[in-house]
């Protein structure tokens, strides 16, 4: 079972334009993590995020968490074309990280 | 050590063949995970290692696969009689103890 759910599924901006990508999940976490996979490829870890921690940056990605709505976003400022990928959530339960479905960007030069 | 790897990339097999998959992780993780993901999916959770111990599998993972780690270094995941619905990607992941997987390229099974 999937414990994120991302919103929108898809998401198709021109270069320059910022992306916003919202997870929802449903149990308690210690730290919720966001990945970016690209078109047939592994998943690559962007950002972690702690229960204690409502805001993170890390170049031109911000991450936020909301844990009494448990939900977390990801935005991605001034898109590059580059930026075209998969985006994932991702929460630990018990030993192991669950994702959710994902958002699938596309940035048009 | 240049990451996560894992062989082959690809693997086209008939069904009812058995396939085995291999990760390579990084050498000092401790920890080593397998995925499944399917097209517009999100990776699912099949099963992992704590050394060399399996330490959790999924409801997912049938009494068809199996997968090893012995002396705790790369891991194996074999699929016997394969079926049309084990089509997919593999994905292996390591990690040290915390959070923060690197992954793998992943091997992509196409059943005929």
């Known amino acids: 079972s999937q414990q994120g759910e991302e919103d929108p599924q898809a998401l198709s901006i021109q270069e320059g334009e910022n992306a916003t990508m919202n997870c929802s999940y449903k149990?308690?976490?210690?730290?919720l993590q966001w990945y970016r996979q690209n078109s047939g490829r592994g998943l690559v870890h962007l950002i972690l995020?702690?229960?204690?921690?409502r805001e993170k940056h890390s170049g031109r990605l911000r991450v936020t968490l909301d844990t009494s709505k448990k939900s977390s976003s990801l935005l991605i400022t001034a898109s590059r074309a580059a930026d075209t990928a998969s985006y994932f959530c991702?929460?630990?339960?018990?030993?192991?990280?669950?994702f959710g479905q994902g958002t699938e960007l596309s940035v048009k030069p | 050590d240049t990451g996560v790897s894992q062989d082959p990339r690809h693997k086209i097999t008939k069904r009812g063949q058995n396939v085995t998959f291999r990760c390579d992780p990084i050498s000092e993780h401790n920890r080593l995970y397998w995925y499944r993901q399917t097209l517009g999916q999100g990776p699912e959770f099949l099963t992992y290692?704590?050394?060399?111990?399996?330490?959790?599998k999924s409801r997912l993972l049938s009494d068809r696969f199996s997968a090893e780690r012995p002396k705790g270094s790369f891991s194996t995941l074999e699929i016997q009689r394969t079926e049309q619905g084990d089509s997919a990607m593999y994905l292996c992941?390591?990690?040290?103890?915390?959070?923060?997987?690197?992954f793998g390229s992943g091997t992509r099974l196409t059943v005929v």
């Open positions: 995020i702690r229960s204690n921690e």
């Open positions: 149990t308690s976490i210690n730290n």
């Open positions: 290692f704590q050394n060399e111990a399996q330490l959790e």
């Open positions: 991702a929460t630990a339960l018990g030993g192991k990280l669950i």
């Open positions: 992941a390591s990690s040290l103890d915390g959070p923060g997987y690197t």
